[in-house]
């Protein structure tokens, strides 16, 4: 439940209690909200996959949309949970992106574009879609951009769901099949 201080501002910062962990989604300027932990990044992509796998994290890019109720309940929801967000931390970096937005991204293979283009060129058509890559760069460049992700997840996962996709990729369960057959099996 948000402080009467949150409530005053008006949905600028959006806090919840969870087994004694406070977790926060912001609102930021561009009608996004946000984690504090996401990646701060130079929009690099080659070198953001590069630096997660030095730390030993693996490297996601997180698509949103200004007003998505599916992007906002992610947030306020999942990120919400301090079981995910442990689970995450510890194994991820996730960049945030907007589908529409105008920041200039340089892709794997050297191109730079807006993040609008960025999105498709990947064929990213909703929000929120989350993109894992993997652990190493080197290959993606000669690859078509949709043969360079190892997983991706459209739209808004329940909990449960949305922690075992994270888990997917961290057991590099998508070797052996695919993240539908996995979230059957490992409900």
Not at 82 to 106: C, D, K, S, Y
Not at 127 to 152: D, I, N
Request: charged share 25%; hydrophobic share 45%; proline share 5%.
């Amino acid at each position: 439940m948000p402080s009467r201080r949150e409530a005053l501002l008006g949905g600028a910062a959006v806090a919840f209690l969870g087994q004694g962990v406070r977790a926060q989604a912001l609102l930021g300027d561009d009608g996004l909200y946000r984690q504090p932990w996401f990646l701060e990044s130079f929009l690099e992509l080659a070198s953001d996959l590069q630096e997660a796998a030095a730390q030993g994290k693996r490297f996601a890019i997180l698509w949103e949309l200004k007003g998505c109720p599916a992007c906002k309940r992610t947030h306020l929801v999942n990120f919400s949970d301090p079981a995910i967000v442990a689970f995450v931390r510890e194994r991820f970096e996730i960049l945030q992106l907007n589908i529409i937005g105008a920041r200039e991204v340089t892709d794997f293979d050297g191109e730079t574009l807006p993040e609008k283009r960025l999105a498709e060129k990947y064929g990213v058509r909703g929000t929120p879609t989350f993109q894992f890559f993997p652990e190493s760069a080197a290959p993606l460049k000669g690859r078509a951009p949709q043969e360079r992700e190892v997983a991706r997840a459209e739209g808004y996962l329940e909990p449960a769901a949305f922690k075992r996709l994270f888990a997917y990729v961290a057991e590099r369960a998508y070797e052996r099949e695919g993240l539908d057959a996995f979230l059957k099996t490992q409900g």
